[in-house]
Nanobody, 125 residues
Framework: QVQLVESGGGLVQAGGSLRLSCAAS????????MGWFRQAPGEEREFAAAIRWSSGDTYYAKSMKDRFTISRDNTKNTVSLQMDSLKPEDTAVYYC??????????????????WGQGTQVTVSS
């Protein structure tokens, strides 16, 4: 079982940046992907970005592709999400997840087996 711990959330003004990090307690299976999702109050969990652990291939939600960058450090079992040009609508709890994340369905939460507790990101206008 893998435990995931997110960090880096907080309050930022619109147009600002935040960098989220997620540390895994165990080595990630090479074929798996680590992803970031977010959930605003009253909304469904929404895919943001994912990265294939072995290849480094990245996947992004269309609405975030130009502003968010996902990266990984295989040696430290960590994944990061750099978020730039933040907007008030980016306000949400951001979750890190890991799982098989098959390439044709990487945006579905069902593709991920383990989840972190989440970190709050609040963007003020």
């Amino acid at each position: 079982q893998v435990q995931l711990v997110e960090s880096g959330g907080g309050l930022v003004q619109a147009g600002g940046s935040l960098r989220l990090s997620c540390a895994a307690s165990a080595r990630i299976t090479s074929t798996y992907a680590m992803g970031w999702f977010r959930q605003a109050p009253g909304e469904e969990r929404e895919f943001a970005a994912a990265i294939r652990w072995s290849s480094g291939d990245t996947y992004y939600a269309k609405s975030m592709k130009d502003r968010f960058t996902i990266s990984r450090d295989n040696t430290k079992n960590t994944v990061s999400l750099q978020m730039d040009s933040l907007k008030p609508e980016d306000t949400a709890v951001y979750y890190c997840a890991v799982g098989p994340a098959r390439a044709w369905n990487y945006g579905s939460p069902r593709e991920y087996d383990y989840w972190g507790q989440g970190t709050q990101v609040t963007v003020s206008s």
